[in-house]
């Protein structure tokens, strides 16, 4: 064994490497042309783009020389498999959905870096002492339904059917979708990866904020990833004649949800150095120029590395909602999607990723928190997580301007590379 992890070290010569490289900047392209939009890049769980893009992934974990499946909830799994009875299993996956008008790095990058690694070592042959799992998550944004990490929360076994009644913007349940594919909802659970199974999990990802950028460095390690809540907000008001209805006697809704909205950001400023909050989505109805308000549903997402303090404000938002609504007699309705604690990486997988970065003969080794979240969320409630950052242009992301230096990640994926040597030589006896 010692032999072959010479092999491989000594083996993966620059030329592999700048290969490798270009078939991801290739495929993060074609990736990038897959969406449900002409205008932009948008990928929703389980629409016609989203198909597509799982089918070309599946076509290139099998390139790759991997077992390839599509489970139920609509996740795509290359396996490796190792020749060990008792081999665990060891994945690597981010997702493939995206947010609406997207930039092309956020997820893929992380599905191509994996592939990447496991290719490499499937070329020479390897006898793995654990099971390499690739895995493309269906969903990790929860565009569609509002859900985070569905992908993932399959794999972990945390999947709530409760969420199979959740409904999209055009009435549609996540039920009907998954049936509607074929797929059989009571068997969603049988997908997981049993607790007992798992070695661990790692991802790689855009850092999406300005860290990696202003220390000039292509790569970090992460500590750990914030809190994070979803709200679905809703202001009944009264639907009026806008020509005829006096200012002080309107139950506009939308002033309330605007009232609102606004105070969250005065909340969220006050607090800065350990809350972010937003309204991102906003739907008003009737939504015509001369009509009062009657009804708008608006998101919230509030996210804190202190999980007790997240709590706290939530509380106090929420209060405060109420507070608006009974000034303005408005019905005011709260509905607390989904709350995902704070989770730290694990030691030692960071320790094995920190050797892999020097060995990279990356600059400096920096370590730090996550704001956005990730699928290794999900996982983290049953195996020990490790995540790798990569640099994006002024941290940009969520946005078409999202960009990744071409260099950065060859830079990613040679410490990638060392990190599979490492885990492999550490779970070699
Ligand atoms: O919202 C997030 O943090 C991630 O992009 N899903
Ligand atoms: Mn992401
Ligand atoms: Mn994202």
């Not at 990038?32 to 974990?61: E, G, K, P």
């Not at 990447?116 to 006898?127: H, P, S």
């Not at 999209?168 to 797929?183: L, P």
Request: aromatic share 6%; charged share 20%.
């Amino acid at each position: 064994m010692f032999l072959q992890m010479m092999v491989i070290i000594t083996s993966t010569n620059t030329i592999q490497t700048a290969v490798a490289n270009d078939r991801i900047l290739r495929r993060l392209e074609e990736l990038s042309t897959i969406s449900d939009d002409n205008d932009c890049l948008s990928r929703f769980y389980f629409t016609a783009a989203h198909q597509q893009a799982s089918d070309l992934i599946h076509s290139w974990m099998e390139e790759a020389g991997l077992d390839v499946t599509k489970d139920t909830i609509g996740n795509i799994r290359g396996i490796y498999r190792s020749d060990r009875a008792d081999a665990k299993h060891f994945v690597i996956g981010s997702h493939y959905d995206t947010v609406h008008d997207a930039g092309k790095y956020d997820g893929p990058l992380g599905i191509l870096l994996g592939i990447e690694m496991a290719q490499r070592l499937k070329k020479y042959g390897i006898d793995l002492p654990f099971h390499l799992n690739c895995i493309a998550f269906a969903d990790e944004e929860g565009s569609r339904f509002s859900t985070a990490y569905l992908g993932s929360s399959v794999i972990a076994g945390n999947f709530d059917h409760e969420w199979l009644s959740r409904k999209d913007d055009r009435g549609v349940s996540f039920q009907e979708v998954i049936e509607g594919n074929g797929g059989q909802v009571n068997s969603i659970s049988d997908d997981q990866i049993p607790q007992e199974d798992w070695l661990g999990y790692f991802e790689v990802h855009i850092e999406q904020g300005p860290v990696l950028c202003k220390q000039d460095l292509p790569v970090c390690l992460v500590s750990g990833i914030a809190a994070q809540a979803r709200v679905n907000v809703s202001w009944k008001g009264m639907a009026g004649h806008a020509g005829t209805s006096p200012m002080d006697i309107r139950n506009d809704a939308l002033c309330a949800a605007a009232e609102f909205t606004l105070l969250i950001e005065d909340i969220g400023k006050k607090n800065k150095e350990q809350l972010v909050a937003t309204v991102g989505k906003l739907n008003v109805s009737p939504n015509t120029s001369n009509v009062i308000p009657g009804m708008v549903t608006h998101s919230l997402d509030i996210r804190s590395p202190n999980g007790s303090f997240l709590s706290e404000m939530i509380e106090l938002i929420q209060t405060k909602g109420k507070e608006i609504a009974q000034k303005r007699t408005i019905e005011f309705d709260w509905k607390l999607m989904q709350f995902n604690p704070a989770i730290d990486c694990d030691d030692q997988l960071q320790e094995l990723l920190e050797r892999s970065i020097k060995k990279g003969n990356i600059s400096q080794v920096l370590k730090i928190p996550s704001g956005a979240g990730h699928d290794a969320v999900m996982i983290s409630a049953v195996a020990p997580v490790s995540m790798l950052f990569v640099r994006c242009t002024e941290g940009i992301s969520h946005n078409p301007l999202e960009y990744v230096e071409s260099s950065d990640i060859k830079d990613a994926l040679i410490v990638c590379n060392h990190f599979m040597d490492e885990l492999i030589s550490a779970h070699t006896i």
